[in-house]
């Protein structure tokens, strides 16, 4: 690797990889050294606009020109990028991959012998920059590029965590799901105050206090879910009622088994036959 900030290939530029372009910018990685590209000329014209850059349509031209390849697809349409970007491979590039569900494992073996693989999994918050990227790579992979694609991604979080690969998914499904499992909670709440008679917009309004609130008391006020349960949920009290008959109807059964089944969905992604353990997703 030549340079700290190295030339960078993004193919695929959907929501998610245009956050990390957007950041990489405002942290002063050099327009020239991103190689954007999209397949429809309306999401080319659009990005350019929108970030100073110039987007090409030939991914083999930009995965030829880049140090670093960093691919924004959906799981399901990896391998078949992959098999299209082969010639443009060469060994000493590095191949970062954002997609969910797929392994540092399964894409080393889609890539030719003496490419690294980094897999970066970006909050879905990155576009406020908050929340943390967690990061996995297979062995071999130098310092230089761990510090290269830190910096990447640097804008688009406010911390990195390395992890193991394995534990990529369940971490997912855990932790970084938070944030679509919260607002599903949310939805669900705001529907049954209106049920009630409460304004809807003074409902949305009250959850985002809550939830900066309920946040704030977890970290500032060093308290452990558990310990916040036990303290506002008193035995035959209003919130014991509330949490006993949620219990009561399955709601944390059915929390486990939803995290549980990204782990699951991943296996399906990869072609790989599901364990038993993980077999809980419904469609
Ligand atoms: N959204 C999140 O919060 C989040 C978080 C972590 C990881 N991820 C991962 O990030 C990846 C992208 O998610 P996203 O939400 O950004 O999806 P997205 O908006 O649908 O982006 C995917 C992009 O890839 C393009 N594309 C698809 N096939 C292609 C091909 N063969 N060649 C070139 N470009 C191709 C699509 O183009 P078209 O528009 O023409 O279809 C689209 O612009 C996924 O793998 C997801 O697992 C997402």
């Known amino acids: 690797m030549s340079n700290p900030r190295p030339a960078t290939a993004f193919i695929g530029v959907g929501t998610m990889m245009e956050a990390m372009i957007d950041k990489a910018i405002a942290g002063g990685w050099p327009r020239e050294r991103l190689l954007a590209t999209h397949r429809r000329a309306d999401r080319r014209a659009e990005l350019s606009a929108r970030h100073g850059l110039e987007v090409g349509e030939d991914n083999l031209a930009a995965v030829a020109a880049a140090e670093m390849v960093v691919l924004g697809v959906r799981p399901q349409e990896m391998e078949e990028l992959l098999r299209t970007l082969g010639p443009a491979f060469r060994p000493g590039q590095v191949l970062v991959s954002i997609a969910a569900g797929l392994t540092v494992e399964w894409l080393a073996e889609r890539l030719p012998d003496g490419m690294a693989v980094i897999r970066v999994t970006p909050p ?23 510090s290269a694609i830190e910096a990447l ?40 105050g209106v049920e009630q008679g409460c304004d809807e917009a003074f409902l949305r309004r009250m959850m985002v206090d809550g939830l900066a609130a309920t946040a704030k008391l977890l970290s500032e006020g060093k308290l452990q879910p558990e310990q916040v349960i036990e303290t506002v949920a008193t035995r035959e009290g209003l919130t014991w009622s509330a949490l006993h008959t949620m219990e009561s109807r399955g709601v944390p059964a059915g929390i486990r088994a939803g995290a549980r089944a990204m782990t699951g969905r991943s296996y399906e992604l990869r072609g790989e036959r599901v364990p038993d353990d993980y077999m809980g997703f419904l469609r």
């Open 153 to 192: 991604v640097h804008g688009t979080c406010e911390r990195v965590e390395w992890i193991d690969d394995a534990l990529m998914e369940p971490i997912t499904g855990v932790a970084l799901a938070l944030t679509p499992y919260t607002c599903m909670l949310l939805r669900t709440l705001i529907a049954t």
């Open 124 to 146: 879905p918050t990155a576009w406020v920059s908050a929340g943390i990227t967690l990061l996995s790579c297979g062995d071999g992979v130098a310092p230089g590029w761990r």
